[in-house]
């Protein structure tokens, strides 16, 4: 520590103003495929070579989007050359669920409600991004999600903090390995502080106002986690919160991130937030931009072109900007640059990046993270697992089923599709030769009605074969689904329909999906649905006449081997929903955990026209196995407020496979000081039974899990009251005990 301090300190008094602002300046480097048009406002030609100049200058700390090793070391040496300093470049990039090995979707690895599995995914990926030369991810994206219209939810965990928080953990200590600068790691960036996903309507960058409680409560738990796991770098926002836009907010980035919660690290803004200062119509110009966001603690700017940051020395000059703001926001950056080695290292190894990013074994975490993901929806008399033995012939239909682009899901750029598994080349490789595997599209690929701020990096549209002809199609896939024992029917959003800015205004499956699965339904064939979603989708149709739904998300590089292991019963999938599904768009925002109404008893007639509950509870998801819940107690009947009880419940694995049972804790405050959730998750535990077995587990519920932010006093309290406890297999659970609570 000592060392670092006086290190950055000898750095810090030799610098001018102009330097210090270089090195709280991160540029975008694109290198597009030929032909690109990048949408974004910037020149496609110009910007690399500005970029490249400002390095060659010491105008630049840091870039964003190189991930050719190569390319990495030439431009640190250019950085190196031109810098009198000899501070090195950090690397930073979208390392979202993977870089050359692609892991499930966010969404979908939150699923799997199991730490471990999250963790090994991301040390996964942080082994191929740090090989190429990367320093720093943008991730985790930890911004609770309750309103699937926003496409930015297949990025996160969900909708409720404990969980949130919990994968939030595991994304950190995946990254960034045992602590900062750990070999093989990279800086994790929790982001988008905060309440992004709050956004009205579900539109993305659209303003967000949340009241004192949501916000403590619900949207900062993930990113309180993520920072006391060590994250060492957090992400602003883009929108205003409450009136007041992110990458000017001193509350944010001073008050709460630093001075209560003790962040050690350094914080980013997102792409352009400083310059956007000036379009939400907060500074006056780039200066003045520049001078609030920095004097609100936003240490770096991310910057397409024309960072707001190069006006520093001006807002140093004219006093705007805080020479003490600044000097500490450098101070920061320098402190990551020197923990990750890059003084001592700061080129890559490019023949081992290529060894690395070869690895066997990073495929196999991918496919075990994607059978761990994928959640069971409905399985009507068992029709899954299919018995190989008896089952002669498989229609596979819809062209998501055999797309190598959807399977990986969005925000990926260095994937090798030729690599890729999808679900008709995993069920082809597993069904073996005596099964005939017939793959049907059906239908045309459903284009999205505006381009994709992703087309610019190229194999981001999907297309149909040349000649297609839909209505041939359509009859043929119908066809061979009545001539074949079992028919798979994949369908979802193609992976360009969810991500950043691109949200819905409906939840229903684009174009003719629901067409064609009625129509093959209807052939009398059992039918196995299939859903490719980072967010729930109208299943209302299928929920009541489709045997079988298996909720594969996009499930990654070797996806569709999982997908087949799990059709075939080789592993059993225990994924749970990290989110409540609704039945309608309509319904939306919906959660497991609100507050207990003036009319509880009629919570599930809220409309008129729709029952008022969720198509698939919070939590919920099948299993190969029948578990059963019994002898659910509490220790003590009664404790204080420090106090801590255990519950203990017994688990048995009732059916006649081994199976994984997500088993969660629900807990509801009776009465107190404020209105409380008519229960909230705090904790679970993901086991694997056999048939058979029995297992009793145990849970601790203490102050931690019973403390809330209450708006009344601004502050946390513990109330003095009777507590229910629920364990079971989803948020419904009603195995119910309780325990009261005294004053200390
Ligand atoms: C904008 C996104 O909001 C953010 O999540 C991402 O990390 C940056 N762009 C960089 O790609």
């Given amino acids: 520590m000592e060392t670092i301090q006086s290190q950055v300190d000898e750095l810090i008094s030799q610098m001018t103003p102009a330097e210090k602002a270089g ?103 942080a082994r191929e991004a740090r090989a190429v030369g990367i320093h720093w991810t943008f991730a985790p994206m930890v911004d609770i999600a309750r309103d699937p219209r926003w496409g930015r939810i297949v990025e996160g965990a969900g909708e409720d903090p404990y969980l949130g928080a919990a994968v939030a953990v595991a994304q950190v200590r995946g990254f960034q390995g045992g602590e ?146 600044v000097d500490a926001s450098v101070r920061r950056v320098l402190e990551a640059k020197i923990r990750m080695g890059l003084f001592d290292a700061p080129y890559v190894d490019e023949d081992r990046a290529r060894e690395v990013l070869a690895d066997p074994a990073h495929r196999d975490v991918a496919r075990i993270a994607a059978e761990r993901s994928a959640v069971l929806l409905r399985n009507e008399d068992d029709l899954l697992p299919l018995d190989a033995s008896s089952v002669s012939s498989i229609a596979v239909i819809g062209p998501l089923a055999d797309s190598k682009r959807d399977t990986i899901g969005p925000w990926v750029f260095d994937f090798d599709l030729d690599e890729t598994v999808t679900v008709l080349e995993g069920i082809r490789a597993k069904a073996g030769d005596g099964v005939r595997v017939d793959h049907a599209r059906g239908i045309r690929v459903v284009q999205r009605e505006f381009p994709s701020m992703f087309d610019m990096f190229g194999r981001n549209r999907p297309s149909d074969p040349d000649g297609f002809d839909e209505e041939a199609e359509f009859q043929q896939a119908v066809d061979l689904a009545r001539g074949s024992d079992v028919a798979v029917v994949v369908v979802g959003e193609w992976q360009n329909m969810i991500g950043e800015a691109a949200s819905r205004s409906s939840l229903e499956l684009p174009g003719r999906q629901l067409e064609l699965l009625q129509a093959v339904v209807e052939t009398g064939t059992p039918v196995v649905l299939l859903v490719m979603n980072g967010r729930p989708l109208d299943l209302r149709w299928a929920a009541a006449h489709v045997p079988a739904i298996l909720d594969i998300w996009y499930p990654g590089t070797h996806g569709g081997a999982a997908v087949a292991n799990l059709l075939f019963g080789e592993v059993a999938p225990g994924g749970k929903l990290p989110f409540s599904w609704p039945r309608t768009v309509g319904q939306v925002p919906m959660v497991y955990a609100h507050a207990r109404s003036h009319e509880p008893e009629n919570q599930g007639r809220r409309y008129w026209d729709e029952a008022s509950t969720p198509l698939f509870p919070f939590g919920y998801g099948l299993s190969y196995g029948r578990f059963e819940y019994a002898n659910l107690s509490v220790d003590q009947p009664a404790t204080t407020s420090g106090g801590t009880v255990t519950v203990s419940v017994e688990v048995t694995n009732a059916g006649d496979r081994e199976a994984d049972e997500v088993v969660q804790l629900y807990l509801g405050q009776r009465y107190g000081s404020a209105l409380r959730p008519v229960r909230e998750l705090k904790g679970f535990q993901r086991i694997s039974l056999s048939p058979g077995e029995s297992r009793t587990l145990e849970f601790r519920v203490g102050p931690n899990e019973r403390r809330y932010w209450n708006a009344a006093v601004r502050d946390w309290v513990s109330d003095p009251s009777t507590f229910d406890v629920w364990v079971g297999g989803d948020s419904t659970a009603e195995l119910a005990t309780s325990f009261e609570v005294t004053q200390e």
Avoid: C
């Fill in 180 to 325: 900062l600068g750990s070999p093989e790691s990279v800086i994790a960036g929790p982001k988008h502080f905060a309440g992004y996903g709050g956004a009205l309507g579900g539109r993305d960058y659209d303003e967000v106002n949340l009241s004192d409680s949501e916000l403590w409560n619900v949207y900062f738990p993930p990113f309180k986690a993520a920072v006391d796991a060590g994250a060492g770098n957090v992400m602003t926002a883009y929108m205003g919160l409450n009136g007041i836009p992110a990458g000017g907010n001193r509350w944010l980035f001073t008050e709460v991130l630093r001075e209560l919660w003790g962040f050690k690290g350094f914080v980013v803004s997102d792409a352009n937030v400083v310059r956007s200062l000036v379009t939400h119509g907060f500074a006056a110009d780039l200066t003045d931009a520049a001078a609030r966001a920095v004097n609100a603690g936003v240490d770096m700017e991310m910057a397409v072109s024309d960072a707001a940051y190069a006006h520093l020395p001006e807002a140093l000059e004219s006093g705007a900007a805080s020479p003490e703001a």
């Fill in 23 to 125: 090195q709280l300046t991160q540029y975008f480097y694109f290198r597009l495929p030929p032909g690109a048009e990048p949408g974004l406002d910037f020149d496609a030609e110009q910007q690399p070579r500005m970029v490249e100049s400002a390095v060659g200058e010491g105008g630049a700390g840091s870039l964003l989007f190189v991930t050719d090793p190569a390319e990495i070391n030439r431009l640190q040496r250019l950085a190196l050359e031109g810098n009198r300093l000899g501070i090195p470049l950090l690397f930073g990039f979208d390392v979202i669920h993977g870089l050359r090995t692609i892991l499930p979707v966010p969404i979908a690895m939150a699923a799997s409600w199991d730490p471990q599995t999250i963790e090994r995914g991301q040390s996964v990926a």
